[in-house]
């Protein structure tokens, strides 16, 4: 029998999900022996911007209702940007990401400015696009000492721009968008050499109130999900290390039990072989407001 294994990406969005969110699922980890890739939002916050989107974004209010997003988040990241000021993330908690790393975790680079990239890459001229990403390692490089390996895009948004800018830095892999397995991406019949590694799984603010699933009973949905070889799990600082972080718990316990080993995605990249070349391209994916990056047919 093949053995199942899930890789854990981890998206830290907000101010507050690194400062509470990162600590507590750092802890939660080290329970049960496992290790993560750890993706942050380097500059500022500006969470408060994303009210725009139930103006913009088909399903976006009622996503935020089924999630209970302003509990889940707080009062204070959801007025970040607009009525409050938006505080900078990384440079405010240096000891969070140098912790991450420390406890043998991958760190990698989500984005400078979650909202701005989300909401407008695919309007951002090519030299925008290399800006932000080139704010956010510099920030990295000088909180951790060294040049990040890997990026992941926040809301799964990629355009052609962002895929040339990745492969000049020189990155080890990224993940960027969703789909089954590793692959290289083929955007607007441009072919990129940085390795991709999508999210296989849905994420818990996609599942939660629909069919009935619940914090409570997440972890079962999960397991019967997980498939042979590799998955790859994208869970949220401000959701698995916040407001169901019982629920991941529950996960853990269970992926222990069932022998369902969890690796980092620096390992799953160094596993691959016979990686082929594969579209990508935005798309509809349900649960979801709006376009995702989506691992399309294989190209010759």
């Given at each position: 029998?093949?053995?199942?294994?899930?890789?854990?990406?981890?998206?830290?969005?907000?101010?507050?999900?690194?400062?509470?969110?990162?600590?507590?699922?750092?802890?939660?980890?080290?329970?049960?022996?496992?290790?993560?890739?750890?993706?942050?939002?380097?500059?500022?916050?500006?969470?408060?911007?994303?009210?725009?989107?139930?103006?913009?974004?088909?399903?976006?209010?009622?996503?935020?209702?089924?999630?209970?997003?302003?509990?889940?988040?707080?009062?204070?990241?959801?007025?970040?940007?607009?009525?409050?000021?938006?505080?900078?993330?990384?440079?405010?908690?240096?000891?969070?990401?140098?912790?991450?790393?420390?406890?043998?975790?991958?760190?990698?680079?989500?984005?400078?400015?979650?909202?701005?990239?989300?909401?407008?890459?695919?309007?951002?001229?090519?030299?925008?696009?290399?800006?932000?990403?080139?704010?956010?390692?510099?920030?990295?490089?000088?909180?951790?000492?060294?040049?990040?390996?890997?990026?992941?895009?926040?809301?799964?948004?990629?355009?052609?721009?962002?895929?040339?800018?990745?492969?000049?830095?020189?990155?080890?892999?990224?993940?960027?968008?969703?789909?089954?397995?590793?692959?290289?991406?083929?955007?607007?019949?441009?072919?990129?050499?940085?390795?991709?590694?999508?999210?296989?799984?849905?994420?818990?603010?996609?599942?939660?109130?629909?069919?009935?699933?619940?914090?409570?009973?997440?972890?079962?949905?999960?397991?019967?999900?997980?498939?042979?070889?590799?998955?790859?799990?994208?869970?949220?600082?401000?959701?698995?290390?916040?407001?169901?972080?019982?629920?991941?718990?529950?996960?853990?316990?269970?992926?222990?039990?069932?022998?369902?080993?969890c690796i980092t995605l620096g390992e799953a990249a160094r596993r691959v072989a016979n990686v082929p070349a594969c579209r990508f391209f935005m798309g509809?994916?349900?649960?979801?407001?709006?376009?995702?990056?989506?691992?399309?047919?294989?190209?010759?």
């Amino acid at each position: 029998m093949a053995e199942k294994i899930v890789a854990l990406k981890v998206d830290v969005d907000t101010y507050a999900g690194t400062r509470d969110g990162v600590p507590a699922l750092l802890e939660d980890l080290a329970r049960f022996g496992v290790l993560a890739t750890f993706y942050f939002s380097m500059g500022p916050d500006n969470s408060g911007k994303a009210v725009r989107r139930i103006f913009t974004r088909k399903g976006f209010l009622k996503k935020m209702l089924r999630t209970k997003a302003p509990s889940a988040y707080g009062i204070r990241t959801m007025l970040y940007g607009t009525l409050l000021p938006a505080p900078m993330i990384a440079a405010t908690f240096p000891g969070v990401l140098r912790e991450t790393e420390q406890r043998g975790h991958e760190a990698g680079i989500h984005c400078w400015d979650h909202v701005k990239w989300h909401d407008y890459l695919p309007w951002f001229p090519k030299h925008l696009t290399a800006m932000e990403l080139g704010r956010a390692n510099a920030q990295f490089e000088d909180l951790l000492g060294h040049r990040a390996e890997t990026t992941a895009a926040p809301g799964w948004t990629v355009s052609a721009d962002s895929l040339e800018v990745q492969d000049a830095m020189g990155l080890s892999y990224c993940s960027d968008g969703r789909g089954t397995h590793p692959f290289y991406p083929v955007m607007e019949g441009r072919r990129f050499r940085t390795l991709q590694i999508p999210t296989t799984l849905p994420t818990a603010d996609e599942l939660l109130g629909e069919n009935g699933i619940t914090p409570e009973n997440i972890h079962d949905y999960y397991l019967g999900q997980v498939k042979d070889g590799l998955n790859v799990l994208t869970i949220h600082a401000e959701l698995e290390g916040g407001a169901i972080r019982a629920s991941f718990v529950r996960l853990l316990e269970r992926f222990a039990a069932e022998g369902i080993r969890c690796i980092t995605l620096g390992e799953a990249a160094r596993r691959v072989a016979n990686v082929p070349a594969c579209r990508f391209f935005m798309g509809e994916l349900a649960g979801r407001a709006g376009k995702v990056a989506i691992q399309g047919e294989q190209v010759p």
